[in-house]
Nanobody, 114 residues
Framework: QVQLVESGGGLVQPGGSLRLSCAIS????????MAWYRQVPGKQRELVATISGDGSTYYTDSVKDRFAASRDNGKNSLYLQMNSLKPEDTAVYYC????????WGQGTQVTVSS
């Protein structure tokens, strides 16, 4: 089983940047692709970005050209660089394996507000 711990969230003004991190432990050998998701209270969890084992990425339209996912396999870590943040990016952000999910971590809150 895989364990996931997200960090790096916080309060940032519109137009600002944050870098989220995800520490991965457990059955790491079974991991192929990873993904970032986000959830706003009362709404379904949304897929934000994926990154495959070879580093190829996918982004949902609303974050294209602003967010960048990366991974450091040596450090068993996943990252999400978020630039030009908008109030609508406010959410709890989660990492997880993709497409088959592992148990969810606690997530990290990102709040974009002036």
């Amino acid at each position: 089983q895989v364990q996931l711990v997200e960090s790096g969230g916080g309060l940032v003004q519109p137009g600002g940047s944050l870098r989220l991190s995800c520490a991965i432990s457990g059955s790491i050998h079974s991991i192929r692709a990873m993904a970032w998701y986000r959830q706003v209270p009362g709404k379904q969890r949304e897929l934000v970005a994926t990154i495959s084992g070879d580093g190829s990425t996918y982004y949902t339209d609303s974050v294209k050209d602003r967010f960048a996912a990366s991974r450091d396999n040596g450090k068993n870590s996943l990252y999400l660089q978020m630039n030009s943040l908008k109030p609508e990016d406010t959410a709890v952000y989660y990492c997880n394996t993709f497409p088959n999910l592992s148990p969810w971590g606690q997530g990290t809150q990102v709040t974009v507000s002036s």
